[in-house]
Structures are given as C-alpha cells and as structure tokens.
C-alpha cells in the first residue's frame, strides 16, 4: 500500500498526492478514515479500497463534511455509512456497510447516536 504525503481538498473530496500521482476521493465514497500510527488510513465503498496518509485525525475531522463524525479517538465514521448501533454489555459498538465494527468512546457517543439519528430521522434510543 502506498503513503500519501500529501492532500488537497475541495468540497466534493480529496486529492492525494503522491509524487506523480494523483487520485480523487469523493466524500460520499469515504465509509471511515482510522489511525493505523503514525498513518490515517481512508477506507472507501469501492472495493473497501484503503489509502494511507501522512495526517492527523485532527486535521482530516476539520476538512470533512458534516456526515462525518468521530466515533473514538482514533476513527471518523460517515454517518451515512453506520448499519448497526448495538451495546454489548455497557460499550456501544457501531458497524459499518463495509462490516468494520468500531467501539464508540463514551466521551463521543452522545454526538455520534444524535447525528444518526437527525439524518435518518429515527426517534429516541437508548
């Protein structure tokens, strides 16, 4: 897998950028960008395809759209993309459309159920 050093964004995605090479991503296409130290790793709906990047967590949440949200500290989720909330004992687990499960910080989980939850319109859960 090759690491990006470089990123350029505009309001439809990202443009990494390696040497030479250069690739779009679409926002929409984004299902998740995790830490996989000292690389983020962008995971995509095409062929659950992942790139590695030289950035912070911090840094990609602030160029990322709304339907993105922090689910711990270490993973950004598309909102669009979560299929399943669940709590297995107390911890809340989400799952995503590529079947990636991520443990939900107690700190992020309020913002995270509430996101959900405006986009799809659903009413109170626990």
Excluded at 22 to 31: G, S
Excluded at 43 to 69: A, G, R, W
């Amino acid at each position: 897998m090759e690491i990006f050093r470089e990123i350029q964004f505009n309001s439809d995605g990202i443009m990494i950028i390696r040497y030479s090479y250069m690739q779009m991503i679409r926002f929409e296409d984004i299902v998740c960008v995790y830490t996989d130290r000292p690389y983020l790793v962008i995971v995509t709906k095409e062929k659950v395809k992942s790139h590695l990047l030289q950035f912070s967590i911090k840094q990609m949440i602030d160029i990322l759209p709304d339907n993105f949200c922090i689910c711990n500290q270490s993973t950004i989720v598309n909102v669009d993309c979560l299929t399943v909330w669940q709590k297995r004992k107390d911890e809340y687990w989400i799952q995503l459309i590529t079947d990636h499960e991520f443990k939900v910080s107690r700190r992020c989980k309020n913002a995270l159920r509430d996101k959900w939850r405006f986009i799809y319109k659903l009413s109170e859960m626990e």
